[in-house]
């Protein structure tokens, strides 16, 4: 079967995995099964005990941020009876802390798509470019390695359904290969990692903001969508300026600066860890449907 951990501090496996921030984990039967830190594993939660194989403990923790004090991150962005309520539905949601590689790669691929689409993309980027894993006799492929896709064509990327995606991924993963240090952006405050982000290929503001807060543990940053925009207008609305209300009433997608507001806005409200309130919020609006 593999390793128990008792979990005593708040978790809610299921949810976190199914959240939208992570694709490349699937559920068969009562386990969850993926590949993360160059290995598949398999994880499941029963009550407060984790089972999981293939991994140790200090990864498994790492991985789910099981070190993370989700009672104090709770009560800084509890301000208002409608995050209370996604709080309390989806207690335990955990951001996972993602490889920055494999995350910057699939918020690119994520522009514009659904999370079925993400998912398919990036299985056929791994089974094309990766390595294969196995686990239990079930096939897997470890993400492949910026030096892998930048020597890919243009042509053999496309293959995986990117369409004009391909470019920006070829691109990026050139000047990664070139230099540009990714995990050297943990160390850069939030506003400078963000700019350097939005230097690479295909990279705007709401993907940066995805890698910030989902792999480079920038809890402060806030992604804004076309979800999150709609928990704002439905639920925050006094809060913003009647001009940038009007907009965001009559127009479908966001410009540059009206997603800087918005994110600005999530950012002053919720405060240091505004990406947990939004996690929470985005959950919450996608599943009331």
């Known amino acids: 079967m593999g390793n128990v951990r ?14 939208g921030q992570v694709f490349r984990w699937d559920k068969v039967g009562d386990w969850w099964f993926g590949v993360a830190g160059g290995r598949a594993f398999k994880v499941r939660q029963k009550g407060n005990k984790i089972e999981y194989a293939n991994v140790d403990e200090v990864f498994l923790e790492r991985y789910f941020g099981l070190d993370v004090d989700l009672q ?16 309390n539905q989806f207690w335990g949601l955990r951001l996972i802390r993602q490889e920055p590689w494999e995350c910057l790669i699939s918020y690119i691929c994520a522009t514009y798509k659904s999370i079925p689409a ?26 492949p390695k910026a030096e892998r896709l930048a020597t890919a064509s243009e042509v053999s ?5 990117l369409g004009y ?21 943990k160390r850069l405050p939030y506003v400078d990692a963000k700019k350097a982000l939005m230097d690479l290929p295909g990279v705007g503001a709401k993907v940066a903001d995805c890698v910030l807060l989902f792999s480079l543990g920038k809890l402060e940053a806030f992604p804004v969508d076309v979800w999150v925009k709609r928990v704002v207008l439905n639920h925050y609305a006094d809060k913003l300026e009647p001009e940038l ?11 540059c600066g009206d997603y800087e507001r918005l994110n600005g806005f999530g950012r002053g409200y919720f405060g240091e860890f505004a990406g947990y309130a939004q996690e929470y919020l985005y959950h919450y609006e996608r599943m009331q449907l």
């Open 6 to 19: 008792v979990c005593d501090v708040p978790f809610y496996l299921d949810v976190t995995l199914c959240c």
């Open 72 to 87: 104090r991150i709770s009560d800084n962005v509890n301000k208002d009876e409608h995050i209370a309520k996604a709080l």
């Open 118 to 143: 993400i998912k398919h993309m990036l299985n056929k980027l791994a089974a094309k470019f990766g390595e294969p894993l196995e686990l239990e006799g079930k096939k897997f492929f470890t993400f």
């Open 157 to 161: 990327l496309g293959e995986c359904g």
């Open 165 to 185: 995606r391909a470019k920006y991924l070829l691109a990026t993963s050139k000047r990664v290969c070139n230099g540009f240090d990714l995990e050297g952006l």
């Open 245 to 255: 209300l009007s907009r965001l009433r009559t127009r479908e997608g966001l410009s």
